[in-house]
């Protein structure tokens, strides 16, 4: 990875938020299975700064690596999740890190996209709230449909439905 990539566009597919918290991975979970049912691309994304990213292998103290070594420990953690998803072979998945705060990033990535796919908390320290501060931000300014997954959400609903609730 030469450059720190900062905005991330997708043409159709779901777009899923991950920050590698456990209701993310629910949310990729179900998104991984409604992608299979409608055959749409998965475009797991994870906004991160080097306050919330996982250090990198040459990080020492006194020693700050480079930012595209940042980006590659944020990739191959985010790599990590969607393996240990455990999803259908046949989803196309791709997976992107943007360096930006994360509801601007997965806003951006969301315009192209049919569907925006979060959880409905993330790491953040209010565990009392019922929806996230990014998911509450996505869900009223997102340019597209957004499905927030609750806690223990299986996505066993999406195969049981006859159709299909993606947006075209």
């Known amino acids: 990875m030469d450059d720190?990539?900062?905005?991330?566009?997708?043409?159709?597919?779901?777009?899923?938020?991950?920050?590698?918290?456990?209701?993310?991975?629910?949310?990729?979970?179900?998104?991984g299975r409604l992608a299979r049912r409608a055959d749409l691309e998965l475009h797991v994304v994870r906004a991160w700064a080097m306050m919330?990213?996982?250090?990198?292998?040459?990080?020492?103290?006194?020693?700050?690596?480079?930012?595209?070594?940042?980006?590659?420990?944020?990739h191959d953690e985010l790599s990590a999740h969607v393996k240990a998803a455990g999803l259908d072979p046949a989803v196309r998945v791709t997976c992107h890190v943007v360096h930006k705060a994360p509801a601007q990033g997965l806003m951006t990535a969301a315009e192209g996209a049919n569907l925006l796919v979060m959880g409905a908390r993330?790491?953040?320290?209010?565990r009392g709230l019922l929806l996230g501060s990014v998911s509450d931000q996505l869900v009223h300014h997102s340019p597209c449909p957004v499905t927030v997954v609750r806690t223990g959400a299986t996505g066993r609903e999406i195969e049981a439905a006859g159709g299909s609730a993606v947006a075209e």
Do not use: N
Request: glycine residues 14%; contains cysteine; aromatic residues 8%.
């Open 122 to 126: 993330g790491r953040g320290g209010f």
């Open 4 to 31: 720190v990539c900062e905005v991330v566009r997708v043409e159709g597919g779901i777009v899923v938020g991950h920050d590698g918290s456990k209701c993310a991975q629910e949310a990729l979970v179900w998104a």
């Open 52 to 74: 919330t990213a996982p250090q990198p292998a040459s990080w020492t103290p006194g020693y700050v690596p480079p930012l595209p070594e940042w980006e590659k420990a944020v």
